[in-house]
């Protein structure tokens, strides 16, 4: 059974920081895995969708990777800016199978 | 605009009362999905429907029940059987169900039993 985790669960950044987000499974047969912005309070907002056949995929200050062979993907934030701080999850989905949710880092960036 | 929208955004419910949490669609999605959230947990899949008068069981399926009457439209009921229902309620849609197909979800509904 896919297992998917988050680490860190919490992180605090200054403003203007490059940032790292990381997401682990356990079964490397995906078919895609997607990236979530969460506000308090708020919906799920998509951010990138990372097909298992590209290594990464960007938008604006976001970039993701995808690293299938050792269960990782990294969505990495350039710039960060307070408008950014929000708990971002990962999703995995299996071909076949319903999508497996990170318990998501819960990032804060300070001015 | 298109999108999903779920209504009410805050609902209460008492003990042994049945509630129902409302979800719309106008994405021309086939699949629709409705998740729970814990605190410090990731979503937990409760049910999901592939096409009109269809859905399958997810996860934690016991004490909740949902219908697909319209392909708009996939209602939750939260049940008296469910007995830990506090929580903020998730429903998201796709083109296809599966873990091929990106997921876009509604502003969500949070359930507090009084």
């Known amino acids: 059974k896919q297992e998917v985790t988050q680490i860190p669960a919490a992180l605090s950044v200054p403003e203007g920081e490059n940032l790292v987000l990381n997401c682990s499974f356990t079964?490397?047969?995906?078919?895609?895995l997607q990236w979530f912005r969460q506000d308090p309070g708020k919906g799920l907002t998509s951010l990138l969708l990372?097909?298992?056949?590209?290594r990464e995929q960007t938008s604006g200050r976001l970039n993701a990777s995808l690293d299938k062979s050792s269960g990782r993907s990294t969505l990495y934030i350039a710039a960060s800016q307070p408008g950014d701080s929000a708990t971002y999850l990962c999703?995995?989905?299996?071909?076949?199978?319903?999508?497996?949710f990170g318990p998501g880092t819960r990032l804060s960036v300070l001015p | 605009d298109g999108g999903i929208t779920q209504s009410p955004k805050y609902l209460f419910r008492k003990e042994g009362q049945n509630v129902t949490l409302s979800c719309e669609q106008n994405?021309?999605?086939?699949?629709m999905y409705w998740y729970r959230q814990d605190p410090g947990q990731g979503l937990r899949l409760i049910y999901y429907?592939?096409?009109?008068?269809?859905?399958q069981k997810g996860d934690i399926a016991e004490g909740y029940s949902v219908s697909r009457e319209k392909k708009e439209s996939f209602p939750l009921t939260v049940t008296s059987a469910q007995k830990n229902p506090t929580a903020f309620y998730l429903c998201?849609?796709?083109?296809?169900?599966?873990?091929?197909?990106?997921?876009?979800f509604g502003p969500g509904t949070r359930l507090t039993v009084l």
């Open positions: 990372i097909q298992s056949s590209q």
């Open positions: 994405l021309n999605h086939d699949a």
């Open positions: 998201a849609s796709s083109i296809a169900s599966g873990g091929a197909n990106e997921q876009f």
């Open positions: 999703a995995v989905g299996n071909y076949g199978q319903n999508f497996v």
């Open positions: 429907s592939q096409i009109v008068n269809d859905f």
């Open positions: 079964d490397s047969a995906i078919y895609n």
